[in-house]
C-alpha cells in the first residue's frame, strides 16, 4: 500500500472510534506527517449539539499537541453511517471536510506552507482535493499581515 492509501485505511478505521449518538454518523480522519507516521481522530458529539467535533478537527489538534503541526503533509477522512462494528460504511461519492473543518486545514496549510492535498475515501476509490479547490480566496494569516 502507499502511504496516502494507509493512511485512508487509517482514517476508515478510527471511523469505528466514533463518539456519535445523536447523528449516528461516524466520521474518521487521519494526518500524515513527513516521518509517516499517523495521526487519528474521529467525531466527538455532545448533548450541546454545536459543541461537537469533527473528525478532521480532532486529528489535526492531536497532532499539534504532539508538536507535530508543521509536519502534516495530508490529510484523510471517511465518513458514513456505522455497521455492527462500529466502522462507517462508505458512500457512493467521498465525504469532504464541514465548511468549519476547511477552515482549520486552511490553518495546517499555511503553518506547514503547503497547498495541504486532502483525500476523501468513498466506496470505489479516493478523491484528492486541495486546501485551495475546497476554500477559495480564504481567510487566513496573509489577511492579518
Ligand atoms: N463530521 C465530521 O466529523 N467531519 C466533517 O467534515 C463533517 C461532519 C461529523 C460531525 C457530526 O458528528 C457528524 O459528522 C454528522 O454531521
Redesign the pocket.
Known amino acids: 500500500m502507499t502511504p496516502i492509501e494507509t493512511t485512508l485505511q487509517a482514517a476508515h478505521d478510527a471511523s469505528c472510534n466514533a463518539y ?1 449518538p445523536y ?1 449516528g ?1 461516524h ?1 474518521g480522519a487521519a494526518v500524515l506527517l513527513d516521518d509517516g507516521t499517523i495521526i487519528t481522530g474521529s ?1 466527538f ?1 455532545n448533548a450541546s449539539y454545536g459543541l ?1 467535533l ?3 478537527t480532532v486529528a489535526i489538534a492531536s497532532a499539534n499537541s504532539q508538536s507535530k503541526l508543521k509536519h502534516i503533509i495530508a490529510i484523510a ?1 471517511a ?1 458514513g453511517k456505522p455497521d455492527q462494528s462500529g466502522r462507517a460504511v462508505l458512500n457512493e461519492i467521498a ?1 469532504t ?2 465548511g468549519r ?1 476547511r477552515q482549520i486545514i486552511k490553518e495546517v496549510s499555511d503553518a506547514t506552507n503547503i497547498d495541504t492535498p486532502i483525500y476523501c475515501l468513498h466506496q470505489s476509490g479516493y478523491r484528492r482535493y486541495s486546501v485551495s479547490e475546497i476554500l477559495p480566496d480564504a481567510f487566513g494569516p496573509n489577511t492579518l499581515a
Open positions: 456519535a447523528s454518523y466520521v467525531n458529539e461537537s469533527c473528525a478532521e477522512l465518513g465525504d471536510p464541514c473543518c
